[in-house]
């Protein structure tokens, strides 16, 4: 009997194959193609602000600043239409304001300054809460010997929160008059917490005293990674032409825990023909070694000065990544009864694995002078997803499978001690073929009650209002 255990956790597998905004490496509002946001640029902003994205962008800056932007209300919205069962929708709303980057400029020096520019964001990746129930009656076993509808109820819940913080700093250096050059050393702490279950239950047959079919599943994941990033920028200012490039190192691993929670069991369900199958499998591993990978990247922006203000392009090609474990566990006892070789397939069934395919993002903006303290901005920009399977084993710490399109659209004020900067954030996001975690239409033991999965819509909005104070010192 232990032999189809591990076919039947593949078949069941909570979700397996299903993926989630955090599969996009552009989510963040305050990234390269955000020219509403001072200084995230590669190739050059008028209104320089403090940080640079490109770092050689430092050289052309000659003043001590100090900013804090953030998000000072945002609400995202995701809808997984029919996710668990027709009528069963997948709804989650979150809604936050939340300070994402404070950063500034010093200088170093009095005769020749050196200015090094420094940051701590915040990041709030991605917040996904659902849950949905299904309580009926369905013809659950296909039996003559137990006719009619049985009563069923099922119940499935699933939450997915990651967060980054990162603390950087920068400088960049004059080559020519026209050539610049930058470096950025950037630490990064990413946190996850990742929790999927389901419960399905079935009261089988006829009369008073009624035996209990069920398959339920859990399986939770709590890590955190920290790791160093390295850039090394280029500038070329040719009047009214400015070029930028950006070069960034993968992720480079430091350290990183996780804790890992498996609950699985399987009652009285007719799988195989003539036989019952009766399943318990459970199991806690904590101080596993986690591991979080970002390709390299390559990015190009080139700026354009025109008499009332700037016109500006980005892109930015990432790396495939191979697939990798993010948290492996332990080959321990996991499938009840432990035989002494059960345990040999625990890691395949829970370890947590990703791939990534190659993306391009690019992005345009344009500012305007109103007047001559108040320029308008307005930025256009795309967020592919990079989520790809290779195998079919583990868990996708993934819950996005969509394509964002974002526009930033704000104004600039500008006094001689500060800049104010405010705006709106507008994304949108669609699937047409998302995957089902688990279906409530047809539970049958045939399918051990998770149902037929299939593909349906998915559709994330979120609106957002940022503002950026920047002051001069």
């Not at 020749?112 to 990746?125: D, E, G, Q």
């Not at 101080?287 to 000065?305: C, H, M, N, R």
């Not at 307005?378 to 964002?404: H, I, K, Q």
């Not at 500008?414 to 047809?442: A, V, W």
Request: with cysteine.
């Amino acid at each position: 009997m232990l032999r189809i255990f591990p076919f039947i956790f593949t078949f069941v597998g909570i979700s397996q194959c299903t993926w989630a905004q955090d599969a996009n490496y552009w989510s963040n509002n305050y990234g390269p193609a955000g020219f509403f946001t001072p200084g995230a640029v590669v190739a050059n902003n008028r209104d320089s602000g403090v940080l640079f994205y490109n770092p050689a962008l430092q050289a052309w800056t000659k003043k001590k600043a100090v900013s804090i932007s953030g998000t000072i209300y945002q609400v995202e919205a995701i809808k997984i239409k029919n996710g668990a069962g027709t009528g069963k929708d997948l709804k989650s709303r979150i809604t936050s304001s939340v300070p994402q980057m404070l950063s500034g400029m010093v200088a170093l020096g009095k005769k020749k300054p050196v200015y090094i520019a420094y940051a701590l964001t915040h990041t709030a990746v991605f917040n996904y809460n659902v849950s949905q129930q299904q309580d009926t009656r369905l013809n659950i076993r296909d039996s003559a010997n137990t006719p009619g509808l049985e009563y069923f109820i099922g119940q499935y819940n699933f939450q997915n929160v990651t967060r980054e913080t990162s603390a950087l700093i920068s400088t960049g250096f004059a080559l020519t008059k026209r050539w610049a050059i930058g470096f950025t050393a950037e630490g990064q702490s990413r946190s996850q917490h990742y929790s999927e279950s389901f419960s399905s239950r079935a009261l089988i047959g006829t009369g008073t005293t009624l035996p209990l079919a069920s398959n339920e599943g859990a399986y939770q994941v709590d890590y955190h990674h920290l790791g160093l990033k390295l850039r090394m920028g280029l500038s070329y200012e040719m009047e009214k032409h400015h070029f930028g490039l950006l070069l960034s190192s993968p992720l480079i691993h430091i350290g990183g825990k996780g804790t890992l929670l498996s609950n699985n069991a399987i009652s009285n369900i007719h799988f195989i023909p003539q036989e019952t199958v009766n399943l318990l499998a459970s199991t806690r591993q904590t101080k596993l070694t986690s591991d979080y990978k970002v390709p390299a990247s390559i990015a190009l922006g080139y700026a354009y000065d025109y008499n009332k203000g700037q016109v500006y392009v980005a892109a930015e090609y990432f790396l495939k990544v191979k697939e990798y474990n993010i948290l492996t566990p332990r080959a321990e006892g996991f499938i009840r009864p432990d035989t002494g070789g059960s345990h040999a397939s625990t890691v395949a069934l829970l370890e947590m694995r990703e791939a990534r395919k190659a993306i391009f993002n690019i992005g345009v903006g344009v500012s305007y002078q109103l007047k001559p303290q108040l320029t308008g901005y307005c930025a256009l920009r795309t967020d592919f997803n990079y989520a790809t399977r290779e195998t079919t084993n583990g868990f996708s710490p993934n819950t996005a499978t969509w394509d964002n399109y974002y526009c930033q659209l704000g104004v600039n004020i500008k006094r001689r001690e500060y800049n104010l900067r405010t705006g709106i954030l507008l994304g949108y996001g669609h699937n047409s073929s998302y995957q089902q975690p688990i279906n409530f239409d047809d539970p049958k033991e045939s399918n051990l009650l998770t149902g037929t999965i299939g593909t349906v819509p998915a559709t994330r909005v979120t609106a957002g209002l940022m503002i950026t104070f920047i002051h001069n010192l």
